[in-house]
């Protein structure tokens, strides 16, 4: 079993004029389903296409086009599902939520209010060695993705892009559980990270793949504690939501702001008005959406398009076979098998793809120096290239050639540096790119031996020297290695220079 | 007789046999429609399409490959999407709107060798049950009494008074709430409206998902039969289409229904009926007795909850499907003035597009859904409608093979006659008919004699769930032992 | 249950549908009318009734995750009232 055991943080408490506040924080998170294909029509999910290219008829909501789910997105929910322990409704249904917008072709969203595919499960969020939150998920349902309307091409007109139309989407809806602007943004970190290993949504913040409405409310010490007791949220502060953060640098911000203009309002003896909010960070403030807030009323019913969702046992039951290793389980693995120190755990987990790399590097070899090597020699490289992981030059095979060759102690770690640089810039077998260019240090003790007697005899005074202070003898140890051309083991020149020295 | 007077199997076989071209049939056909512009049926003329068609068509039969609808000429009701055609479900809001795409139902008909005419009239969106609705204005009943201009009924009126007064041989409809049915009672063809889910809905304007379904109407049963094998079948576009076999529905035509049970439903007894529904009703309670059915008594309780229901659920989808006819990708788009804003577009091109009683329905399904109202109105007639279905469930778990119904509680009415009447009163039309969509059975109007004004009354035949084969033979039973030949004297 | 004409103007909004304040009594009452037709509903017994979710029991169908629309630019905006460089054009939307 995972050792899970965890104490929770403090929340974030800010000062007001008047007294303490401290934050709540729900999130709904909107996760663009990796798939080919919309959820209900055949048209590529690509991003960046030409304007309403990437459009079926269904998606422009042409007379008479009807739906059909791709069963490939419903998969993806029920595996995101298991990825966060939670419930798998065998029986769900798709609703209407009717409002008019003009990137909502259809005049309704095809989601799912009243039956969604997902309900209760959790995610373990780590904010420092020991100390974690455990977010409370609500549910989980498919939705369709809005379209884009470009406001800044004309001064006059919007203009509508359907390319985004229908995407599929997992909204995944938090508990009030988080409790400050870090936490929130390690929630969605967290969240992000289990997404990726999943395979069911690809993370990309920037080209909006995921996203995050956050619902923020105030209140004061002590009730957060009685609404847990109870789930009365009668007992918590009026939430505002602050809609559609792709970014978690704005996510704390956006935070942070919103929790002091509730704050101030508070204090000044007025009240929160439940809204939506937008959050500009030019000006690192949140504002009210009226265009949202008017006649607020999605006359939700279930689609007559679609027949309820029934999904078999055995069905999620294979997928339940087929999940990946998740990131907890992988750390605390990485931990026992490895050695690995928890940050260092962290740093190699945080995605697939470096946990992959580090593991074929480490097989078989020391966990500790792969840890090492693969963190600072080459995440080092990469962060200075700017370049990700699975573009590495270096590949996990030619990394483990190198750590071999230390460890057999066919070259120094100063080396093995130098043959990192060649590889990394001229690619080719290590041991073969080594035995080329001569790189092998000498471990021959009668060469050695050779070269730090001619250095003895020629340097009688740094000998007395060395005798009365042995920490000098560090100098010959240089002198051999400079001799020998780089060549020589130092650990083999430490033990000779010693022992001629007598010391 | 000239041709465009002819039945599908009798156009077919004399097709099959090189009496006639498609293309002669087809051209007696637009001649026929040329003259029939007073009855309002055909709104869009496809002339050229039709020939071309036609012309394929012969090229079919003379090589002997040639479906039953090879080269038989049909109207297309307007609610079909049909590829470069105009496409407006005699809405304003849709004005100008030529699909990119062919609806699945006239792309199957059309695979199998018919021709398309032209597009009927209806009333808008399907919503109405006289034919007053459309943006094209009034279609008119080739049946007259007095020199009266009757309504041919809705919502499929264009196609009933088309196949009435033979501009075609046969016509698409669509029925929501008996909007194939009350039609064809009302001038005197065959109208089947299928089980839910046997006929695909992709391509056909939406007016309720729940309950719409295109069918047939034509000049007889068999026709009905020969038309609704080439327009049914599964469709993967379709979430709702039933993926079950189409059996030969003509060649379920056998003629013998003895030993079968019909239903006789005492709650369809309303008070107040004329007495001349009432005998035609016993009329063909004794054909179906004659020709050795067993005829019994039975209950369908939940009967008089049905037009509520239905008057809740249908507008309830309406008012979301139709929430997509906004003027940004198609059809029309209001002058905005200065400062106006996309409220405002919505507000005006929506005010300007659809029609009074369109509106109202919209505004109507708008309320019930709204919040605080869903549980009182949706949700309860949701549970209402599933009484409904049990009530048929029950009968038919009794033995009853099928039921039968007067059609429509009164021959045709004057257009006009209802324009002051309050809404409701025009969606009394719809009583005998709602039920079978609410539960989703398939139902068939038969013909079955003349009103002391002369002018044709039906009734109606309700089947099992896919037992289409089945409701079809009873209906030629019925229709053969009525015997109705009746045509309307030609004054148009 | 009788619309006033508060609610008949609430409705008309969120139908998206323009209604002169001279037409909200007409409206009003009509929407009254037929609501008042809907109450026969209350007379039924539904307790225990689940409501209808599909007409027909069927499994809802799926689609494999295969890209098979698209690519169809001149045909979505065939029918615009307003497109331009390959967007539809509306007006100006405030957020």
């Known amino acids: 079993m995972l050792d899970l055991t ?5 929340p974030r408490v800010i000062a007001g004029a008047k007294h303490d506040w401290e934050l709540v924080i729900g999130m709904e998170i909107h996760a663009q389903v990796s798939s080919n294909a919309k959820l209900f029509s055949g048209a590529s ?10 459009v079926a008829f269904v998606d422009a909501a042409m007379p008479g086009m009807l739906p059909v789910i791709n069963e490939f997105c419903v998969e993806q929910a029920v595996r995101t599902g298991l990825g966060l322990k939670a419930q798998i409704h065998l029986a769900s249904a798709f609703d209407r939520k009717n409002y008019f917008y003009p990137d909502l072709p259809q005049g309704y969203q095809i989601s799912q209010l009243y039956h969604p595919i997902v309900g209760e499960g959790e995610v373990l969020v780590e904010l420092s060695p020991g100390v974690a939150r455990l977010v409370r998920i609500e549910r989980i349902h498919l939705e369709q993705d809005a379209g884009k309307s470009i ?19 997992m909204e995944i809806v938090s508990r009030p559980d988080i409790r400050g602007p870090e936490e929130a943004a390690a929630y969605v970190t967290k969240l992000r990270q289990i997404l990726r290993y999943l395979g069911t949504c690809d993370g990309n913040m920037q080209n909006g793949n995921l996203r995050a409405d956050v619902n923020v409310s105030v209140c004061r010490p002590g009730q957060y504690e009685k609404y847990q007791a109870t789930q009365d949220f009668s007992h918590l502060g009026t939430r505002c939501e602050i ?3 792709n970014s978690m640098r704005f996510i704390q911000l956006a935070i942070d702001f919103e929790a002091r203009r509730q704050i101030a309002i508070l204090e000044d003896g007025g009240s929160i008005v439940q809204e939506t909010r937008l959050y500009d960070p030019d000006r690192n403030e949140t504002r009210s959406m009226r265009s949202k807030e008017e006649a607020h009323d999605y006359r939700y019913f279930p689609d007559p398009d679609l027949l309820p969702l029934e999904i078999e046992q055995a069905w999620v039951d294979h997928i339940a076979a087929t999940m990946p290793e998740l990131p907890d389980a992988k750390k605390a693995r990485f931990m026992s098998d490895f050695g690995l120190t928890d940050y260092d755990a962290n740093v190699l987990t945080a995605d697939l793809e470096s946990a992959g790399f580090f593991e074929a590097v480490a097989k078989g070899r020391d966990g500790k120096q792969a840890a090492n090597w693969v963190i600072n020699e080459l995440f080092g490289r990469l962060n200075k290239e700017g370049r990700a992981i699975v573009d590495s030059p270096v590949s996990s095979v030619q990394l483990g050639g190198i750590l071999d060759l230390i460890a057999s102690g066919e070259i120094s770690g100063k080396m093995a540096k130098d043959l990192f ?28 031996e050779q070269a730090v007697d001619e250095i003895i005899a020629a340097n009688p005074e740094q000998v007395e020297k060395a005798k009365a202070n042995p920490k000098l003898a560090g100098w010959f140890v240089g002198q051999v290695i400079k001799a020998t051309g780089g060549m020589a083991n ?14 | 007789m000239s041709a465009n007077t002819w039945t599908i199997a009798a156009a077919r076989d004399a097709l099959r046999k090189g009496e006639i071209t498609a293309v002669d049939l087809t051209m007696s056909c637009l001649t026929a429609i040329d003259a029939g512009d007073g009855l309002n049926a055909f709104v869009h003329k496809t002339p050229d399409i039709a020939l071309d068609q036609a012309r394929a068509a012969d090229v079919r039969l003379a090589a002997g490959d040639a479906p039953a609808m090879c080269g038989i000429p049909l109207g297309i009701k307007d609610l079909f999407c049909t590829k470069g055609v105009p496409s407006q479900a005699a809405s304003n809001i849709l004005k100008g709107f030529r699909p990119e795409y062919e609806s699945t139902v006239t792309a199957r008909l059309f695979g199998a060798g018919a021709v398309m005419l032209g597009k009927l009239n209806m009333d808008e969106f399907a919503m109405g049950s006289s034919n007053e609705t459309s943006c094209y204005g009034d279609v008119v009943n080739p049946w007259k009494v007095d020199g009266r201009k009757l309504t041919p009924g809705g919502s499929s009126g264009g196609s009933a008074s088309a196949v009435a007064a033979d501009l075609c041989i046969a016509a698409t409809g669509t029925d929501t709430g008996g909007s194939i049915r009350q039609p064809a009672a009302f001038t005197g063809i065959v109208g089947i409206k299928p089980t839910y889910g046997r006929v695909s809905r992709w391509g056909i304007v939406a007016f309720a998902s729940s309950l719409d379904q295109a069918g047939p109407m034509t000049k007889t049963v068999r026709d009905a039969a020969i038309m609704l094998g080439a327009m049914c079948g599964h469709d993967a576009k379709d979430s709702t289409s039933a993926d079950i076999p189409v059996p030969d529905f003509e060649a379920a035509l056998t003629g013998d229904i003895r030993g079968k049970v019909i239903g006789i439903p005492r709650e369809y007894r309303m008070d107040g009926m004329p007495d001349e529904i009432e005998a035609l009703w016993q009329k063909g309670i004794a054909m179906l007795r004659d020709a050795g059915a067993v005829v019994r008594d039975i209950s369908l309780p939940h009967t008089k909850y049905a037009l509520p229901a239905y008057y809740v659920i249908a507008p309830a989808e309406a008012s979301s499907n139709l929430a997509r006819y906004d003027g940004v990708r198609y059809g029309h788009r209001a002058k905005l003035s200065a400062g106006d804003g996309i409220t405002e577009m919505y507000e005006k091109t929506r005010a300007e597009g659809f029609g009074p009683e369109v509106q109202r329905r919209v505004m109507v399904g708008t309320y019930v859904l709204s919040a605080g109202f869903y549980d009182a109105y949706y949700n309860r007639a949701r549970k209402v409608r599933a009484l409904i279905k049990r009530d048929f469930e029950t009968v038919f ?31 009394l039309n719809d009583i005998f008919t709602v039920t079978v969509n609410l539960a989703g059975l398939p139902g068939i109007a038969v013909p079955v004699g003349l009103d002391r004004q002369g002018l044709p009354l039906g009734l109606q035949l309700i089947g099992r769930p896919w037992d289409e084969a089945g409701l079809l033979n009873h209906a030629h039973v019925l229709e053969k032992a009525a015997g109705f030949v009746a045509k309307p004297d030609k004054w148009w | 249950m009788a619309i006033d004409i508060d609610t008949a103007r609430k409705v008309a909004k969120l139908a998206r549908i323009r209604v002169d304040e001279a037409d909200l009594p007409k409206l009003a009452g009509q929407l009254s009318g037929i609501l008042g037709f809907m109450e026969q509903l209350n007379e039924v017994d539904v307790t225990g009734v689940e409501p209808m979710t599909s007409v ?21 905006l065939k029918n615009a009232p307003d497109a331009r460089e390959g967007f539809f054009a509306v007006p100006k939307v405030v957020e």
Request: net charge negative; proline share 7%.
């Open chain 1, 421 to 448: 640089e060649i590889i990394w810039t001229e690619g080719g077998n290590p041991a073969e790119v080594a035995a080329a260019r001569g790189m092998k240090q000498v471990t021959d003790t009668g060469a050695i």
């Open chain 1, 151 to 169: 406001h800044d091409m004309d001064p006059n007109l919007s203009f509508v892009d359907f390319n985004r139309t229908g995407v599929a989407l």
């Open chain 1, 243 to 245: 809609k559609n953060m």
């Open chain 3, 56 to 76: 027909t029991p069927m499994r809802l169908k799926r689609r494999a995750d295969v890209v098979t629309d698209g690519n169809q630019q001149a045909a979505v």
């Open chain 1, 45 to 54: 999910t690509s991003f960046g296409a030409e304007p309403n290219s990437n």
């Open chain 1, 490 to 503: 130092p650990a083999t020149v430490n033990a000779l220079v010693a022992a001629k020295l007598g010391l």
């Open chain 1, 6 to 10: 965890h104490t929770a943080p403090k």
């Open chain 2, 397 to 427: 778990a009794d033995g009853v093979d099928a039921i039968l119904t007067p059609a429509t509680p009164s021959a045709a009415f004057g257009l006009g006659e209802m324009s002051n009447a309050d809404p409701i009163e025009m969606y």
